[in-house]
């Protein structure tokens, strides 16, 4: 098996996991720390992997990764605190 | 000049200058109107004053657009324009059509102009910038109709690059969103709704095309910096400008009776938009930096750079300012639209058209560039104009704010009229900073009559 | 393209924000609204958006190997992912349209089906590039050493597909 058919398989995975864990109807913080780390961990095989941007030289990775990590801790914030 | 064709590029600028001179004898007027109500009345009411002011621009700057693709089409096909002969008639329609419409704004009754006009069988008229008789926006149509085929004409035989690609996209584009001029629903929320197609996709959608073209091929002409790079430059920044600049237009759709979910859209795309504007900055200083050449053409290269900085300031910065909703809801039609209608459209195209006609000008006389002396006026030119503009801005700025604040946020809000007394010094000082861009601008006018040794590339 | 790539990232997060402070503001409309959206296909959507970003990668895999065709076959693999994902959100938006939802019924419909439709426009697009993409390499237009075009269009695909793999929770399943 190829490394990126198992990050695929990663990626089904952490969906199922995501879906699962809103089929149980469960809700608030007890489900949004969970679901916001398996996203980053997506977003980060995405972006380090499949867009191939880990080991590039420059400031395009730092940029994505920065992006992704900005959105997602405003998420956060915003779900937390409301 | 590579082609003799491109020399009808040379009576558009003339005629473009000669209408910018009476576009600002009309502001000045409107100016002291504004502080001292009968001044010139009944002769030339606010009203008439106001539409002369802003028509004039908008034909000068279609007349400098027009000048400029003539000549830049050519000399980027590498070959001569498809017929000098249409380009030359077009230009005498254009500028009599436009004559005739001014002189029939100054002399005739507005509602007797549309009667006797036709407005009746098709009903156009009568909305801020689209106030032209239906002979004079047929006349447009058809003007630029026959540009575009001459233009596309000598592009499809010849080379093709990405500046005239994509200066010739803008034009498109300008013509076709010009035809919604021609619609004007009976409900006033669509009127205003498709009204923005015209106004705001011109100057932030297509006009951004034809500027970003304009630039980049005087950049490559006096910086000698590689074609690639520059073209590279020039998709990007398009790209941006549409990306942004379309649903930007959201952002006049606040407070018309359109769905609230424009607030939203509206807000975050046009938020974008100084993005395209910013990059324009940092490409001319980037080529300006890289250049591989010095042009003795210092005027046009000042000029350029001018162009990137003041548009980013008045679109950018200052559209910026009062794009988002929350802040657009106290400023919506206040002088802060004004002060940032003024910075914006002499930034980015009333300068992106004298960058052009500066680096042209000279070529079309025969000379690479004209002499320091002439060059030294013209940049005094430079400066007085970008100057005066930058206090009219920050007046009207000013004045905005105060307005704002006694008319709209204040708790006991003071009526329109009222408010406006309380900013007259506000008024009083935009005049005078107007009357220094009149210096500038006849200074500039000067420079082209000023003879002397021409420079030489160092 | 990189700076198009980020351009297009900047848009969809300063959105994805605008949800996140606009629900903090409303958060039972947000709720109640979000139960009637459709999990089972947003879920089912995540994984085809996977898979064609998967498919992508193989793609370029089979190109730095030097064979177009099988390059070609695994971008259109990618792209039939792409296109039974706009048959599903189809399906999802008219169910919605059929019930009387549209994007001025509440601000929670407003993002779902404008950031939704936005999103769809650019799958259409990264399609669209795909299949241009595919086109040149059937035609034998990229090789082992020269494969640039190939990854850059994976690229915007595996933007198209970050930017879902966002946007999922966040609408459909954060509450
Ligand atoms: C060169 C480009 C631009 C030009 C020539 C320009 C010109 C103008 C003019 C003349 C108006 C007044 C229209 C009227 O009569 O109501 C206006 C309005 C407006 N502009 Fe621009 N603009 C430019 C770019 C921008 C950009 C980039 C933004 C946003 C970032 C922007 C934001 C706005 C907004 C929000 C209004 C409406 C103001 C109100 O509600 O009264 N503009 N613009
Ligand atoms: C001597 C300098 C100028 C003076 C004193 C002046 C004055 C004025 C005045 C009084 C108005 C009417 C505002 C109103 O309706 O309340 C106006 C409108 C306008 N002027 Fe000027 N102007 C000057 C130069 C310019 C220049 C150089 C440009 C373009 C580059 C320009 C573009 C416009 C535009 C677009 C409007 C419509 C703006 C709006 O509705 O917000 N003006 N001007
Ligand atoms: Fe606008």
């Known amino acids: 098996m190829t490394t990126a058919t198992f990050q695929w398989l990663t990626l089904v995975t952490l969906t199922a996991l995501t879906f699962s864990v809103a089929e149980t109807g469960l809700s608030g913080s007890s489900i949004l720390i969970p679901v916001l780390l398996a996203t980053l961990l997506k977003g980060r095989l ?16 730092w940029v994505v990764l920065g992006w992704l990590l900005l959105v997602l801790g405003l998420i956060a914030y915003t779900f937390l605190y409301s | 000049m590579k082609y003799e064709s491109q020399a009808v590029a040379k009576p558009y600028f003339i005629a473009a200058i000669g209408l910018f001179l009476g576009q600002i004898l009309f502001g000045l007027i409107m100016g002291l109107q504004y502080v001292v109500g009968d001044f010139l009345f009944p002769a030339i009411p606010f009203n008439v004053a106001r539409m002369v002011h802003t028509n004039l621009l908008i034909v000068w700057l279609l007349f400098g657009f027009m000048g400029a693709a003539y000549y830049l089409i050519p000399e980027e096909s590498e070959r001569d324009l498809f017929s000098p002969k249409l380009a030359l008639a077009m230009f005498w329609i254009f500028l009599v059509a436009g004559a005739a419409t001014i ?352 420079a030489t590339a160092t | 393209m990189w700076f198009f790539i980020l351009a297009e990232l900047l848009v969809f997060g300063v959105f994805f924000l605008a949800y996140a402070f606009a629900r903090m503001r409303n958060v039972e409309l947000f709720n109640a609204s979000q139960l009637e959206l459709d999990r089972i296909s947003g879920a089912i959507n995540t994984i085809l958006l996977i898979s064609g970003s998967y498919f992508v990668v193989r793609a370029v895999d089979q190109i730095r190997h030097d064979r177009s065709r099988a390059c070609a076959h695994w971008l259109i693999a990618a792209m039939a992912c792409g296109g039974t994902f706009l048959i599903l959100k189809l399906v999802e938006f008219g169910a919605k349209f059929e019930a009387g939802i549209n994007m001025s019924t509440n601000t929670f419909f407003m993002f779902y089906l404008g950031l939704g439709f936005f999103h769809f426009m650019h799958v259409i697009l990264g399609m669209v590039i795909l299949g241009a993409v595919a086109l040149k390499a059937w035609k034998g237009g990229y090789s082992a050493s020269n494969y640039g075009g190939v990854e850059t269009g994976a690229a915007y695909w595996h933007m198209v597909d970050l930017v879902w793999i966002v946007l999922f929770p966040l609408i459909y399943i954060l509450n």
Do not use: C
């Not at chain 2, 307005?403 to 708790?411: A, E, G």
């Not at chain 2, 009149?438 to 040794?453: E, H, R």
């Open chain 2, 103 to 454: 002189l029939g704004y100054l002399f005739v009754p507005y509602a007797t102009l549309a009667e006797m006009t036709g407005n009746d069988l098709l009903a156009t008229m009568g909305r801020e910038f689209l106030e032209q008789p239906l002979p004079t926006k047929v006349g447009i149509v058809i003007v630029a109709l026959a540009m575009l085929f001459n233009l596309s004409m000598t592009v499809l035989k010849g080379r093709k690059t990405a500046i005239n690609l994509v200066m010739l996209v803008g034009l498109w584009g300008l013509a076709i969103f010009f035809l919604f001029s021609f619609y004007n629903p009976g409900n006033l929320v669509k009127d205003k709704f498709y009204w923005w197609w015209v106004v705001h996709l011109w100057v932030e959608g297509v006009w951004e095309l034809i500027m970003g073209a304009m630039l980049a091929f005087v950049l490559i002409k006096v910086t000698g910096v590689d074609r690639e790079v520059i073209e590279k430059w020039l998709y990007v920044i398009i790209a941006m400008a549409l990306i942004t600049g379309l649903i930007g237009t959201g952002h006049h759709y606040y407070w018309i009776g359109t769905p609230e979910y424009w607030q939203w859209w509206g807000s975050v795309f046009s938020a974008l938009e100084p993005i395209p504007f910013f990059m324009m900055t940092v490409f001319a200083f980037n080529m300006v930096n890289r250049r591989k050449r010095e042009h003795p053409n210092k005027a046009a290269v000042l000029w350029a750079l001018g162009t990137g900085v003041m548009a980013f300031l008045g679109a950018g910065v200052w559209g910026f300012l009062h794009t988002l909703a929350p802040v657009n809801y106290y400023t919506h039609g206040t002088q802060i639209t004004a002060a940032h209608g003024h910075m914006a459209f002499y930034g980015a195209y009333v300068m992106v058209v004298i960058t052009m006609i500066s680096y042209t000008m000279p070529l079309m006389r025969g000379r690479e560039a004209n002499s320091p002396v002439a060059q030294v006026v013209e940049m005094w030119s430079f400066w007085l104009m970008t100057i005066a503009m930058v206090f009219i801005t920050l007046f009207l700025t000013a004045a905005g704010i105060l307005q704002v604040w006694l008319q709209r946020v204040s708790t006991e809000p003071m009526p329109f009229m009222a408010a406006q007394d309380q900013v007259a010094l506000f008024y009083w000082m935009r005049e005078v900073a107007g009357l220094i861009f009149l210096v500038g601008l006849l200074l500039y006018i000067v420079s082209f009559f000023i003879k002397g040794k021409a």
């Open chain 1, 46 to 61: 995405v972006i380090d992997r499949f867009m191939a941007l880990q080991g590039v030289s420059g400031p395009w990775r």
